[in-house]
């Protein structure tokens, strides 16, 4: 997989539904391990809480996993998952957590409830599209430092570090696929005075 969706930050959100209160928990999560972390902690949290829903999606092994936590069979988790999967997302943990107000929300009140926990709680977490990159840096005299600056923005190149002493050396994340095209266009634009340097490959968050 060269390129992949899920989300920045651990967040929430909430909204109030006919006296129900829904709070939605997202987070970063790659292993079983961490999710299942994750939904003890906020079941810990909200030990008081009528329901708490769940649903992760993991690259490894393409798992998915989800619970209704009480609810009617298939009006809780799945609506969480779905939201997710329609989002392509992976390697997120959603809980979706339920203060029960008094009045039934039906079938299809509960679904679409549901529905917009998951979603509101992924906005407040921020998607990105995570790609296969290639870290690499480049040492240049000050005086084509803003040629660098541009010549890396249009290739979508994420700025990690820039130091400054004798001379300025970016170091930056670009997708591994135009890693090649990026360096002879360095090198052309600086009639080969500079050329990039490769330091490691990653998955990183592309702009």
Same mark, same amino acid.
């Given at each position: 997989m060269q390129e992949y969706k899920?989300?920045?930050?651990?967040?929430?959100?909430?909204?109030?539904?006919?006296? #129900?209160?829904?709070?939605? $928990?997202?987070?970063?999560?790659?292993?079983?391990?961490?999710?299942?972390?994750?939904? #003890?902690?906020?079941? #810990?949290?909200?030990?008081?809480?009528?329901?708490?829903? $769940?649903? $992760?999606?993991?690259?490894?092994?393409?798992?998915?996993? $989800? #619970?209704?936590?009480?609810?009617?069979?298939?009006?809780?988790?799945?609506?969480?998952?779905?939201?997710?999967?329609?989002e392509s997302l992976v390697d997120v943990c959603v809980v979706a957590t339920r203060y029960f107000g008094g009045t039934l929300l039906g079938a299809g009140g509960l679904v679409r409830a549901y529905s917009h926990t998951s979603k509101i709680a992924l906005e407040a977490a921020g998607i990105i599209t995570m790609a296969q990159c290639s870290v690499m840096s480049a040492e240049v005299d000050y005086s084509f430092y803003d040629r660098l600056n541009i010549l890396l923005s249009d290739f979508s190149a994420v700025i990690l570090d820039t130091s400054f002493s004798d001379k300025v050396c970016v170091e930056f994340s670009v997708k591994e696929n135009t890693v090649d095209l990026l360096n002879a266009k360095l090198i052309d634009v600086s009639n080969g005075k500079y050329a990039l340097k490769f330091l490691r490959s990653e998955f990183s968050k592309t702009i």
């Open positions: 899920t989300v920045e930050k651990e967040a929430s959100d909430f909204f109030i539904e006919k006296k #129900s209160k829904f709070i939605g $928990y997202a987070k970063p999560v790659k292993t079983q391990e961490e999710a299942v972390e994750f939904i #003890s902690e906020i079941k #810990s949290k909200h030990w008081d809480a009528t329901h708490n829903v $769940y649903a $992760y999606v993991l690259r490894e092994n393409n798992i998915q996993r $989800y #619970s209704d936590d009480g609810e009617p069979n298939g009006t809780a988790g799945v609506p969480v998952l779905d939201v997710m999967l329609k």
